[in-house]
């Protein structure tokens, strides 16, 4: 059983920066993949970023140049740049283990104009 908890969310204006926190039970090392989604009320979770257990990223389209996953032993991050009314969300971090797939809670990011 994997336990993911998210944390650092909060309300920001455009053009500022949040770092977004999982703490994860386990060593994160070992983990397949991990990654962050998030979801507005309404609409599909979508992908923001992803990174594998030998640290290849992928970001979507619309957060490229503006966010940067990393992640130590324990712990993965999202830190985000540049952010825009249309980052606002709840994030969910996501990690695929060898028995299963599990995500956190969310935290909610609001970004105003």
């Known amino acids: 059983q994997v336990q993911l908890v998210e944390s650092g969310g909060g309300l920001v204006q455009a053009g500022g920066s949040l770092r977004l926190s999982c703490a994860a039970s386990?060593?994160?090392?070992?983990?397949?993949?991990m990654g962050w989604y998030r979801q507005v009320l309404g609409k599909q979770r979508e992908l923001v970023a992803t990174?594998?257990?030998?640290?290849s990223t992928k970001y979507a389209d619309s957060v490229k140049g503006r966010f940067t996953i990393s992640r130590t032993r324990t712990s993965m991050y999202l830190q985000m740049n540049s952010l825009k009314p249309e980052d606002t969300g709840v994030y969910y971090c996501?990690?695929?283990?060898?028995?299963?797939?599990?995500w956190g809670q969310g935290t909610t990011v609001t970004v105003s104009s």
């Open positions: 996501n990690a695929d283990v060898y028995n299963g797939v599990y």
């Open positions: 386990g060593n994160i090392f070992s983990f397949n993949t």
């Open positions: 990174i594998t257990s030998g640290g």
